[in-house]
């Protein structure tokens, strides 16, 4: 019976992830991003990095089915990576989208900067900055909400948690790096 639930919470959880990069291909068509690079997220775990998702989202290793994906980028030039992780799985997605974090390393391990809720893939980080960080561009749908791609800016201590509550993108052109641009399926990821 425990197996037959698992099965089908699996199921509908790949169907809400097909769903998700359906809409974000049709977003694709509407809006250039010609000029957007695509990178796809690293494949070696990090210990340290799971430990303060864990932490923040209340997981237990290899009972949550949770899969992450990340991606290092400096978005402050500071010449110091910065670390964007997409969490996957039940406990961490639903209609909107699933959850992320961005880390900063500090000591030999990671701090929270900013924890977002409704991440779809890939998230665009753009070259133009505010209070020195650089923008990051998510695509919204679900909910009700028009599809769209909207724009988040640092306000001095973190990024806005919530995208869909954040101004659209106006321009018709998207200029940027595309990270965590991995085919999000069951059997992609790491495993935590």
């Known amino acids: 019976m425990i197996r037959k639930k698992c099965y089908m919470i699996g ?6 992830l097909f769903m998700n990069n ?9 809006t250039n991003l010609n000029e957007v690079t695509y990178l796809k ?3 070696k775990k990090d210990a340290a990095l799971e430990k303060v ?3 923040e ?3 237990t290793k290899g009972t949550d089915s949770i899969r992450y994906y990340y991606n290092k980028l400096d978005l402050n030039n500071d010449q110091i990576n910065e670390t964007f992780v997409y969490l996957v799985g039940p406990m961490v997605c639903g209609t909107g989208g699933c ?3 961005l880390l900063e390393e500090k000591d030999g391990g990671y701090t929270v900067k900013s924890r977002f809720s409704l991440v779809r893939t890939p998230v665009i980080i753009q070259n133009e900055t505010t209070n020195g960080w650089k923008n990051i561009v998510m695509y919204v749908a679900g909910g009700g909400i028009e599809p769209g791609y909207h724009q988040l800016k ?7 948690s919530n995208p869909s ?4 993108v106006e321009e018709d052109k998207i200029i940027g790096i595309g990270i965590i641009n991995d085919e999000i399926a069951e059997d992609t990821g790491i495993v935590f």
């Open 53 to 55: 998702f864990a932490k």
């Open 22 to 30: 359906a809409h974000s291909v049709q977003a694709e068509q509407e």
């Open 41 to 43: 997220s690293e494949t």
């Open 11 to 16: 199921l509908v959880f790949a169907l809400l």
């Open 99 to 101: 959850s992320g974090l």
């Open 165 to 168: 509550v954040q101004p659209i």
């Open 154 to 160: 640092f306000d001095g201590e973190n990024y806005p």
């Open 57 to 59: 989202f209340g997981l």
